[in-house]
């Protein structure tokens, strides 16, 4: 029985998992930020996970800290405020790291 209940649990997490990048990766997180950051900003975000995603390798959370702030110009304020907003931690293990690491 206790299998069963594992595997229940385990089960329910991978959908909710799931749900979590579906939404993440679809318009509707688009419409839900865009009011606080801009569309291009959300977009390079969804197109950096799904790369992650595409490559199934992890997505370092200074790797994309950095490539947001350097490569594209972000403020690391404007960064870091777009992570805790969204909750970047919830993503581990695909998104690895700490907001405190930056």
């Given at each position: 029985?206790?299998?069963?209940?594992?595997?229940?649990?385990?089960?329910?997490?991978?959908?909710?998992y799931?749900?979590?990048?579906?939404?993440?990766?679809?318009?509707?997180?688009?419409?839900?930020?865009?009011?606080?950051?801009?569309?291009?900003?959300?977009?390079?975000?969804?197109?950096?996970?799904?790369?992650?995603?595409?490559?199934?390798?992890?997505?370092?959370?200074?790797?994309l800290?950095?490539?947001?702030?350097?490569?594209?110009?972000?403020?690391?304020?404007?960064?870091?405020?777009?992570l805790?907003?969204?909750?970047?931690?919830?993503?581990q293990?695909?998104?690895?790291?700490?907001?405190?690491?930056?």
């Amino acid at each position: 029985m206790i299998y069963n209940d594992s595997t229940e649990d385990i089960n329910q997490l991978l959908f909710e998992y799931t749900e979590l990048l579906d939404f993440t990766l679809s318009n509707e997180f688009i419409k839900r930020w865009k009011d606080k950051y801009s569309v291009k900003f959300i977009k390079l975000f969804q197109a950096r996970l799904l790369k992650c995603l595409a490559d199934r390798r992890c997505l370092k959370l200074s790797t994309l800290y950095t490539f947001l702030t350097s490569k594209c110009n972000y403020s690391k304020d404007q960064v870091i405020n777009f992570l805790e907003s969204i909750d970047i931690e919830a993503y581990q293990p695909i998104v690895t790291g700490f907001i405190e690491d930056l």
